[in-house]
């Protein structure tokens, strides 16, 4: 887990000065990267809707959120992943359209310009809270709920609390689960969990991230996250990112991960979060039981532990459980196959509405 933490705040200037000491070199790879950022910058303000919100009976508390897909389609809430941004929703859109769904995306607390939560403990209830005020402001009366690894945590919290503005509908794609509740969890994570203060866990890892990840290149990294990747997830992954490409403009993988998670954020406080226990967050896996839940889970996933996640579709009411053969976690997040697009028919309640 702590890998793919370093993998979310990269710094690019680093990895060119590892390549290279010729300053004109780095100048020229930098202009490149950003007329690349320049173009994705704009594509992405094309297709996703940003938006502001000032919630007033909040005393004007600022949140931002994104809605992309089909606006006429199923409202659906999208929790993302740890260290990702409003900007997962480009990765989606596609499958959003497919199924006529409007994805709606809030900026978690401390992440693009959302204000941060008074304390790690309170970062749960106070995207409660978020989630509610967007959907009041965009009069969505319920919506479907989509999340990805540690986004599942605050889906899970939001549909105990407020079950009646959710349509019953839950697809959750690799869901991370809490060590501390999970028997069945890795070891380590386990003992961290039990035996260390949650908010020294977060700190603690965020601290080693901004240490290791300048120490990690970019080509590692690919490596790392496709290792274990499926013949299909690596087509997939081949067909969106061609190598054999002579097109300057054309991006890697890694740079499109980088530019979707984002910059430095405040994963510390979702760290906390997954460290947690569910009680100690305000909510029981039970409260959960009028939702219709569908979870899809990787057989080669290295972060969603696949016995853990076993045993949260056990806990979970009416959790039916899909292992995907030779799937990992990349495979998940990015919709590499059309197991994890067509998922997202669980979703639909109706094809097109005025809300």
Excluded at 121 to 143: I, P, R
Excluded at 160 to 168: D, L, Q
Excluded at 251 to 259: A, G, I, K, P, S
Aim: hydrophobic share 35%; with cysteine; net charge negative.
């Amino acid at each position: 887990h702590c890998f793919v933490t370093i993998i979310l705040k990269m710094n690019n200037c680093f990895s060119y000065c590892r390549n290279t000491e010729d300053p004109s070199v780095i100048t020229s790879e930098m202009s490149k990267r950003e007329q690349k950022e320049t173009k994705r910058n704009e594509n992405y303000n094309e297709l996703v809707l940003q938006t502001t919100l000032e919630d007033e009976s909040r005393g004007g508390r600022t949140v931002l959120y994104a809605t992309c897909g089909d606006p006429r389609g199923s409202p659906i809430l999208f929790f993302p992943p740890l260290g990702g941004t409003r900007r997962v929703l480009l990765v989606l859109r596609e499958a959003l359209l497919k199924h006529s769904l409007w994805g709606i995306c809030v900026a978690r607390p401390g992440y693009e310009g959302t204000a941060a939560a008074s304390d790690p403990l309170s970062q749960v209830n106070t995207v409660v809270f978020d989630v509610l005020a967007v959907l009041d402001e965009l009069k969505v009366a319920k919506a479907g709920i989509l999340c990805m690894c540690a986004g599942t945590t605050f889906a899970m919290a939001f549909c105990a609390k407020y079950p009646e503005r959710t349509s019953g509908k839950f697809l959750a794609l690799g869901p991370w689960t809490l060590p501390a509740d999970c028997p069945d969890h890795k070891s380590l994570l386990k003992f961290a969990a039990h035996y260390l203060p949650t908010n020294g866990v977060g700190s603690l890892v965020g601290s080693l991230q901004c240490t290791m990840m300048n120490l990690v290149s970019k080509e590692t990294i690919s490596q790392k996250l496709m290792k274990k990747a499926s013949d299909a997830e690596k087509q997939a992954l081949q067909d969106r990112y061609p190598t054999n490409t002579n097109n300057e403009d054309s991006t890697t993988f890694v740079e499109d991960l980088e530019w979707v998670m984002g910059s430095a954020h405040n994963e510390e406080r979702d760290l906390t979060v997954c460290m947690s226990k569910c009680t100690d967050l305000g909510f029981a896996y039970n409260e959960l039981q009028g939702q219709d839940i569908l979870i899809w889970q990787g057989d080669k996933d290295t972060i969603a532990h696949p016995p853990a996640t076993k045993w949260l579709a056990k806990e979970l009411p009416n959790a039916n459980l899909h292992i995907i053969p030779k799937s990992t976690h990349p495979g998940a997040l990015f919709m590499l196959g059309e197991e994890y697009v067509d998922s997202l028919s669980h979703l639909m309640i109706y094809e097109t509405s005025s809300r």
